[in-house]
């Protein structure tokens, strides 16, 4: 099919790879001509598996890059809309450039168009659009709008939208909806994944994936409703792991026991620092405005943020434990991105926890493998940015672990000591096991978990047997 897709950012750039790796022809928007001319040029602006891979299959060809809407409106059959929603001061959910987009597609319809909302979106978008077209002239029987809602991780985003755990469909008549069937048939057939040069998949994808078929109103719910409770599971493991240190239990062990109970499950039980991203934090204040706009006060989603905002203050209270003081430290950060396998800094509990401890006088070596860049345009000057996480511990007082690369999980523990001013690791996101720590000498940290503290002090490079306490 004759595919547009409105909005290069993170959700617009993998549907359309994707899309044309499925088979269609792609003409993916952007009204920044810089950023087109950068497409047009190869160059791919985010960190993201397989998404290079896609780039020289279809560059060009079934995949191509335009500033003109209009143009692309006309030569399309679909035209999915995933441009940015970011929050409001009040944290509802800013629809303007989604307005915007409709009102230019209105004059650009020629023949029969499913318009496909890919943006995050609250509930009665579909209807708004539907409205805004309406209202601009576009006649009824030439358009539907249906709400597509993505399920994307940014670090395996790629693989997410080629093996969904469900596709959902969001149509309000059965023209529309076949009109979805046909773009995501080679999903739903499993005929993609008989292909030899499909993307692999995980041994743990339903293939095929599921196709739920609903209202757009539901479909709209369904996005905002899952990342809520999967921000919930994140802020109820680190309450649970604040109970932990308290009594010394191992939060990872409660996290085995509970997870394996299969109406609750293991996945996003991850106690650390707190969640961030493009995502969580603000559908989590889209959908408290989305219910206060239906009269119900969501005080559970409150309680969420209260907890995620917590942990940082926290970790925060742990470097202060095993530094006394900070001003003047030199401090080792391993991770800036939100999360592993991404570039991506916004809402980076990370970076705000560095952000908080160079306000406390401190000074900060850091080295994240993809987000280095980015830091940099908001750090400035005031952080090292080093090239190795063994550099960044190099002379440092502590060495903070703040996001879960996979890298920083296999570091040479022997090595790290040797260049660390003080053997002191404070981990947020529990990558080493707190017995090998102790063996090894380490003062460790993490986080719902009982701390390391040797017998005696381990400095430049010498062991000290540890012992494990409550933190």
Not at 397 to 403: E, Q, S
Request: with cysteine.
């Amino acid at each position: 099919m004759r595919i547009a897709v409105v909005g290069s950012g993170y959700v617009g750039l993998v549907a359309g790879a994707c899309l044309a790796d499925l088979g269609h022809d792609v003409q993916l928007v952007d009204n920044d001509g810089s950023k087109v001319a950068a497409l047009q040029a190869g160059q791919i602006p985010i960190h993201e598996e397989h998404l290079p891979e896609l780039f020289r299959r279809h560059h060009g060809r079934q995949l191509r890059f335009t500033e003109s809407l209009p143009e692309a409106v006309r030569n399309s059959q679909a035209v999915f809309v995933a441009v940015g929603t970011p929050p409001t001061e009040q944290g509802e959910a800013d629809l303007s450039y989604v307005e915007s987009v409709a009102r230019e597609i209105s004059g650009a319809i020629h023949g029969y168009t499913v318009i496909v909302e890919k943006s995050t979106v609250p509930v009665y978008t579909s209807d708004w659009v539907r409205r805004v077209m309406l209202r601009n002239a576009t006649a009824a029987d030439t358009f539907d709008v249906v709400s597509n809602p993505e399920f994307l991780r940014e670090g395996t985003a790629v693989v997410d939208f080629l093996y969904p755990d469900r596709i959902v469909i969001g149509a309000d008549n059965p023209r529309s909806a076949a009109v979805l069937r046909e773009i995501y048939a080679p999903l739903i057939s499993g005929s993609y994944y008989e292909r030899p040069d499909a993307i692999s998949g995980p041994a743990s994808a339903k293939v095929p994936p599921p196709l739920i078929v609903t209202s757009a109103k539901s479909a709209e719910l369904i996005k905002h409703a899952s990342n809520a409770f999967l921000a919930m599971k994140i802020s109820f493991i680190n309450a649970v792991a604040t109970i932990c240190e308290s009594v010394g239990a191992n939060v990872e062990q409660v996290c085995q026991g509970i997870g394996s109970d299969s109406r609750i499950g293991r996945r996003f039980l991850n106690p650390g620092i707190g969640y961030g991203g493009s995502c969580f934090p603000k559908d989590l204040m889209a959908f408290r405005s989305v219910a206060r706009e239906c009269g119900y006060e969501f005080r559970l989603l409150d309680e969420v943020m209260r907890i995620n905002e917590e942990q940082r203050n926290r970790f925060l209270r742990k470097i202060r434990n095993a530094l006394w003081t900070l001003r003047g430290k030199r401090l080792g950060v391993l991770g800036l991105a939100f999360k592993g396998g991404t570039d991506d800094i916004r809402e980076s509990p990370a970076m705000a926890l560095v952000q908080c401890l160079l306000q406390e006088g401190c000074q900060i070596a850091a080295y994240d493998p993809a987000a280095a860049e980015r830091a940099r345009g908001v750090l400035n000057s005031s952080v090292e940015f080093v090239n190795s996480p063994y550099e960044a511990a190099t002379g440092a007082d502590a060495l903070l672990i703040l996001t879960e690369w996979e890298e920083f999980a296999t570091l040479d523990l022997k090595r790290l000591q040797k260049v660390l001013k003080y053997s002191i690791v404070i981990d947020g996101r529990n990558l080493y096991d707190c017995e090998t720590m102790a063996a090894l000498g380490f003062t460790y940290y993490s986080v719902g978990r009982p701390s390391t503290v040797p017998d005696s002090p381990a400095e430049n490079g010498t062991a000290a047997a540890g012992k494990l306490t409550k933190a």
